[in-house]
């Protein structure tokens, strides 16, 4: 009995092993988007793959500096010496889907007025929660839907916004950009990229059905101004011209 014991033990074994690999997978990391986002790569005070810019874009107003330490985490840096908005940016092309954008960020004297640090899209409003004074390291972030047909966009590591200057110094680390399946139930702040971009195109003037219209009567105007003026007038009338005959005498019958 004991061999058959022992057996038949072997065997739950083996069969229950993969079902418990498969209930309990370890969980894999989505790839980050963005390149160099935890700024490794790079020479003397340039990150590969990032730039800066600035509204104000002078060393008077604005400097900026790529921190990397052996053994530490590598940091961007954006100091506003006057209310600016001052960033390192990095383009992407991203295709349809929902994304999650994130950064550790550190402040300094970051002023209590307009947008502090975050990490932000280049466009009106799409930004994560923004840290403003002196702090300690936390993580920021957002979540944005792209539409159907893509879009071009510039990911930021900002002090200030747009139309919303703020002076201070910001350090940023392990800056992120996913792409994931579906929203979770807690995404907060979310942002729609189509809905903006068309909220930004100025509205038509008029109704659509008055297109036709408008088109049709500069039409008439032009055929009216051909028939009036384009056509040649009708030559003018010839006078009569009266014979004469040379002078001479009269004939004698």
């Known amino acids: ?42 020479s003397v005070d340039q990150p590969d793959e990032w730039r800066t810019e600035a509204w104000i874009n002078s060393p008077d107003a604005f ?8 053994g530490e985490p590598n940091e961007l840096e ?31 004297n970051v002023d ?7 990490i932000s899209i280049m466009t009106d409003g799409m ?15 957002f979540y944005f839907h792209i539409g159907k047909h893509g879009a071009d966009v510039d990911v930021a590591l900002r002090v200030g916004g747009y139309g919303s200057l703020n002076a201070g110094r910001a350090f940023f680390r392990d800056a992120r950009l996913e792409k994931i399946a579906a929203l979770p ?7 729609d990229w189509d809905a903006i971009q068309k909220a930004e195109i100025p509205a ?15 039409i008439a105007m032009v055929v009216f101004g051909w028939w009036m003026y384009g056509s040649e007038p ?20």
């Open 1 to 42: 009995m004991r061999p058959r014991v022992v057996v038949i033990g072997l065997f739950l074994l083996i069969v229950s092993a993969p079902a418990r690999t498969l209930a309990d997978p370890s969980p894999s990391p989505m790839p980050n988007l963005l390149v160099n986002g935890d700024f490794a790569k790079g």
């Open 78 to 108: 954006v100091e506003n010496l006057k209310p600016n908005d001052a960033r390192w940016e990095q383009p992407l092309s991203l295709e349809e889907g929902f994304y999650h954008a994130s950064v550790e960020v550190r402040t300094e």
């Open 234 to 253: 009708p030559p003018a009338p010839v006078a009569a011209v009266r014979e004469t005959r040379p002078a001479g005498k009269r004939r004698v019958k």
């Open 63 to 70: 400097q900026h500096h790529w921190v990397h330490r052996a």
């Open 204 to 218: 038509p003037i008029g109704r659509l059905w008055t297109t036709p219209i408008v088109f049709a009567l500069l």
């Open 185 to 191: 139930k807690d995404a907060n702040p979310m942002f």
């Open 127 to 141: 930004m994560s929660p923004d840290v403003k004074g002196t702090s300690g390291w936390r993580q920021v972030g």
């Open 112 to 118: 209590n007025i307009n947008d502090g640090a975050t």
